[in-house]
């Protein structure tokens, strides 16, 4: 069956003349633009309603201070998840150690959980009258002096330690892909181990590096629950302040294109850290890097440095929640039953699945449209899709409200009899239009590293042969770029499972997530009762991280990325 | 055929979207009322009993009151909303002045909820009462040493120092409690007493259920918070170490807020949203404030046994508009005292 198939395919250039073999390309230009134009659209939006009254409403106050706050939080968070992420990484890579295999997928486990049960849990266990606090006053006296948990430095630390995974990932993908060739030859060569880490390795893993780091800071930068946990006011925190404090939308869509400069920057940062290098994965499949053993004392050194990355982000929150959902269930048998639950995790999933096919197609057809065309304009219309990360969740929520309803009343002032009707917030549409739009960055992240380190050479040879680009797409490209696709899906699926403010600003009637659930419950403080959704979204989002794994070990195990 | 995985990818993804649309849109039959709620305390329960009684369905989505607002603003006169519902005079207000509910009068309604409570045009009622005042740790604080006629402003005492604990300068509770001082003492005092807050070393906490948690671990020995949270922990633990004290009871009285509803401008059944909201505002008005310790706006119905046992207390007067207008300079003034 594969062979006549083959054969069939190799009939199609022959009957096309050899000048078209790269026809294709202007239409996968066009895409990457359409692409970027539709995702865009609703972010412009906003930035034209916050130019469109500018100079109408005053500044916040401490607007100078809400920007240092967000410059050092962002810095902080990133250099943070670089130490821990990068580190555990190259841990986790190039030494054996007790318990390694199990940490290699615990230490993404963090993902899991969202920001909004994070923030007040780790409260709940530090701050002042939790436990951790209560025995050591119990210890050693009611004035033992403990550091501030509220504080710019308290939210570096939870925020490095629950997002550093995004590092972890991206990091340790570029470390074994690369490590079969590159590694082994620099080892030939005759460097020694850190030698062949630092000269060789690093530098290639560069802009793996580079993308973890963007979307920590961007995930840093559009971050409202966890830092007003922390008492952090950033220019995110401002905008909801502006706009639900003063009762003024278009002074709060000012304060959101100041959030756009950020990530501008941040883009801006990551393109200028990857610099103008191309590391393409060259040549055959050599033994590898070959992990060291780490014996007694420093083994279990390694085993505990892991476990204490693991336990903020990720340990400590579930204890708690399950704690929570056992008090409550011990006083209560009943209370944690609810007959919609399994709509819920559903609807979750669902979402969750549909948001991150569609990010992931969408994500491979611009990075190959922009590596067929590799024109400039191309390129920054690609760089423009990934700027929804950087926009809060609920801005981008109104932007898709205020869009189509723009479109609404140019339709009806068309002719044609009403508009659009309630197209966005009558169906799940718009839920999934908004998702695309924040998340494209993520799998466009992951999508465009993988396809960085493809060859160009290759994917040249494949056009002068005749190829049409949609088959370099299916059978150059994307086979190569396999385990950046996977780890496109695993990111967006966490972040869909996990998100919050589109899904409860744009959902139909009787359209409820586990995210809506906790949500309605949390807000009103009812942890007890929160704690069961909240578990259940911290499973639902673990499913797409254990798949993750196993694609990243059959990778590992088998030695080498098929190259 | 060579399986193609990208169009089987495209396929299925259509397929995906295609369930998900549909039980988006299909859903079940529409309730006849479908509401906005910014107010999250067992709807189901009122609704339910609703149901009941009058035979008239409803359902309703939760949010946040600004993005619900925006939501109703973009959707025109396509919104499938009837009721909209809030939390905080300020958010009634905005949502009045901005043109998005419709006026409603109302003889039962007029009757139900005192003046104050309620839109001089009939474009909102409240519905439920909540009261911001002082909680302390009796093993620390004797009430005798809380300022009886202005207890907000006697907090900004230098002998308070080190001592306070308070929500932070986001929280909506704390914008429109220092609306109601702006609106009460005019904004050169208001600022005074925020500056003295600041200047006692006040604890910012970011949530009012950890502040009573903070007050009853003795590492603050008083705050402001909604009474309601103080007896739902009661209702809880028993022997919590966290009394209620009742401010400026020989003054203004305490700072009250409310949640309210509002009939849809665009609503399509404006009849039987005035039913409900006159409903919850009567006969409702115990399964609408009783699960969640609030205090009913009628002063026909009773508040339930836990914060009847905190004992009556005057209200200040609450006046909407001014919270609604204040909130801003509130905000502006939070940060100038240097207020977070």
């Excluded at chain 1, 966890?226 to 706009?243: A, D, E, I, K, P």
């Excluded at chain 1, 659009?420 to 695309?436: D, P, W």
């Excluded at chain 2, 259509?14 to 039959?29: K, M, R, V």
């Amino acid at each position: 069956m594969t062979e006549t198939a083959v054969l069939a395919e190799a009939g199609t250039p022959d009957r096309r003349p050899r000048r078209s073999a790269g026809a294709g390309r202007p239409a996968w230009s066009a895409l990457v633009v359409l692409v970027a134009v539709v995702v865009a659209m609703p972010v412009l939006a906003v930035i034209l309603d916050g130019l469109g009254s500018l100079g109408s409403t005053a500044p916040p106050r401490d607007l100078p201070g809400m920007v240092l706050t967000t410059l050092l939080l962002m810095l902080g968070v990133a250099a943070g998840s670089l130490l821990v992420g990068g580190g555990l990484a190259w841990l986790v890579t190039a030494y054996r150690f007790p318990l390694r295999n199990v940490f290699v997928w615990l230490l993404v486990l963090p993902l899991a959980v969202p920001a909004y049960i994070l923030g007040f849990v780790f409260l709940s266990v530090f701050d002042v009258s939790g436990p951790v606090q209560s025995v050591l006053r119990t210890a050693f006296g009611a004035d033992v002096w403990v550091p501030e948990v509220r504080s710019l430095p308290g939210a570096i630390l939870v925020m490095s330690l629950s997002l550093y995974p995004y590092v972890y990932l991206l990091a340790r993908t570029a470390l074994i892909e690369h490590t079969a060739g590159t590694y082994d030859a620099a080892r030939t060569l005759g460097a020694g181990r850190g030698r062949a880490l630092r000269r060789v390795l690093l530098p290639l893993a560069r802009p793996s590096l580079a993308a973890g780091m963007s979307l920590v800071m961007m995930e840093t930068l559009t971050d409202f629950a966890t830092v007003q946990y922390f008492n952090v006011q950033t220019v995110s925190v401002g905008v909801y302040l502006v706009w639900k404090g003063t009762f003024n939308f278009h002074a709060a869509t000012q304060l959101a294109v100041l959030v756009l400069l950020f990530a501008v920057a941040v883009l801006a940062g990551e393109r200028a850290l990857r610099g103008r290098a191309r590391y393409h994965r060259q040549g055959g499949r050599g033994q590898g890097l070959q992990p060291q053993r780490l014996d007694g004392g420093r083994g279990w050194g390694a085993a505990a440095l892991c476990a204490a990355a693991v336990s903020t982000g990720f340990l400590i929150p579930v204890i708690q929640l399950l704690a929570w959902a056992a008090g409550g269930a011990a006083r209560n048998p009943g209370f944690l039953a609810d007959p919609r639950f399994g709509e819920y995790i559903v609807n979750t999933l669902l979402v969750a699945a549909v948001t991150a096919a569609a990010c992931v197609l969408i994500a491979v057809a611009v990075g190959h449209g922009v590596r067929l065309s590799g024109g400039r304009f191309v390129s920054s219309a690609a760089q423009l899709t990934t700027f929804g990360y950087a926009v809060p969740g609920a801005v981008v929520g109104i932007g898709v409200l205020i869009s189509f309803a723009a479109l609404d009343d140019a339709l009806e002032a068309a002719g044609v009899p009403g508009g659009t009707g309630l197209l966005i917030t009558g169906s799940v549409l718009g839920i999934l239009y908004a998702y695309v739009i924040r998340f494209l960055a993520p799998a466009y992240q992951a999508v465009d590293s993988s396809f960085a380190k493809i060859p160009m050479t290759l994917t040249f040879s494949a056009l002068s042969l005749g190829a049409a680009p949609r088959r370099i797409l299916a059978r150059v490209h994307v086979p190569l770029a396999r385990s950046g696709i996977a780890v496109a899906l695993m990111l967006v699926a966490i972040d869909a499972v996990k998100e919050l403010p589109i899904v409860l600003l744009l959902r139909p009637f009787g359209f409820t997530t586990a995210s809506v659930w906790v949500y309605e419950l949390a807000r009103e403080n009812f942890w007890e009762k929160a704690s069961l959704p909240a578990l259940v979204i911290v499973a639902a989002a673990i499913l797409p991280v254990l798949v993750l794994v196993r694609q990243a070990r059959s990778v590992e195990t088998s030695g080498k990325v098929p190259a | 055929m060579r399986p193609r995985p990208l169009i089987a990818a495209a396929a299925g993804l259509t397929a995906l979207t295609a369930a998900l649309t549909g039980c988006g849109i299909i859903g079940g039959q529409p309730a006849d009322l479908q509401i906005y709620s910014a107010r999250h305390y067992d709807l189901e329960g009122a609704f339910g009993q609703f149901t009941d009684e009058t035979g008239i369905t409803v359902e309703f989505i939760s949010g946040d009151d600004a993005e619900l607002l925006e939501r109703l603003k973009a959707e025109g006169e396509d919104t499938p909303a009837d009721v909209f519902m809030t939390v905080d005079a300020g958010n009634l207000w905005n949502a009045a002045r901005q043109d998005e509910l419709a006026a409603v009068d109302s003889s039962v309604l007029k009757e139900a909820v005192p003046e104050d409570l309620r839109d001089a045009e009939g474009r909102w009622y409240g519905l439920a009462m909540r009261a911001r005042t002082i909680t302390y740790n009796p093993d620390k604080v004797d009430p005798a040493e809380f300022d009886a006629a202005d207890t907000y402003a006697g907090l900004a005492d230098p002998k308070w120092k080190g001592r306070l604990c308070m929500r932070d300068a986001t929280s909506s509770y704390t914008q429109s409690l220092v609306a109601s001082l702006i609106d009460l003492h005019g904004r050169e005092k208001a600022l005074e007493i925020a500056k003295g807050w600041v200047a006692n070393d006040v604890q910012i906490m970011s949530n009012d259920v950890l502040l009573l948690e903070a007050i009853d671990a003795g590492t603050c020995d008083v705050g402001i918070n909604n009474h309601y949270y103080l007896a739902r922990t009661l209702e809880e633990k028993p022997d919590f170490k966290v009394d209620l004290y009742w401010a400026s009871q020989e003054g203004a009285g305490t700072h009250v807020n409310i949640s309210g509803a509002g009939v849809v401008a665009g609503s399509d059944n404006a009849g039987e949203a005035q039913q409900l909201v006159e409903w919850l505002a009567t006969k409702g008005q115990n399964a609408f404030v009783d699960a969640n310790h609030e205090f009913p706006v009628n002063p026909a119905a009773q508040p339930e046994p836990v914060i009847a046992g905190f004992g009556e207390f005057k209200r200040m007067p609450l006046n909407a508009e001014a919270y609604g207008d204040l909130n801003a300079e509130a905000v502006d003034l939070l940060a100038e005292a240097g207020y977070k």
